[in-house]
Nanobody, 123 residues
Framework: QKQLVESGGGVVQPGGSLRLSCSTSGFTLEPYAIAWFRQAPGKEREGVSCINQISGATIYADSVKGRFTMRRRNVKNSEVTLEMNMLQPEDTAVYYC???????????????WGQGTQVTVSS
């Protein structure tokens, strides 16, 4: 059974940093795309970053460019991280990793989702 497990969420002050991790169980990520999404209370789920496992290309939402960095952690690409710097209260959300066949921020393209990890940015 394919599973994704996120970790690393928590509470941080504005301007602080967190690193999220997403690991697989039961499969390796190659050759799928893998993405981070987030969902704040009362808002739709939105794409944050996405890696094309074949080309290595990465895309970011405009709201996080220059602050967040998504990386693959090992040769088999079975773990990815999201380094989040200069966090702001508007970054508060549940963060999910997801994998599927599309290099996109469209949620329908992803068929395996993690359970999510809460990130709260507050003073």
């Amino acid at each position: 059974q394919k599973q994704l497990v996120e970790s690393g969420g928590g509470v941080v002050q504005p301007g602080g940093s967190l690193r999220l991790s997403c690991s697989t169980s039961g499969f390796t990520l190659e050759p799928y795309a893998i993405a981070w999404f987030r969902q704040a209370p009362g808002k739709e789920r939105e794409g944050v970053s996405c890696i094309n496992q074949i080309s290595g290309a990465t895309i970011y939402a405009d709201s996080v460019k220059g602050r967040f960095t998504m990386r693959r952690r090992n040769v088999k690409n079975s773990e990815v991280t999201l380094e989040m710097n200069m966090l702001q209260p508007e970054d508060t959300a549940v963060y999910y990793c997801a994998t599927g066949g599309g290099f996109t921020f469209e949620t329908w393209a992803f068929d395996v989702w993690g359970q999510g990890t809460q990130v709260t940015v507050s003073s």
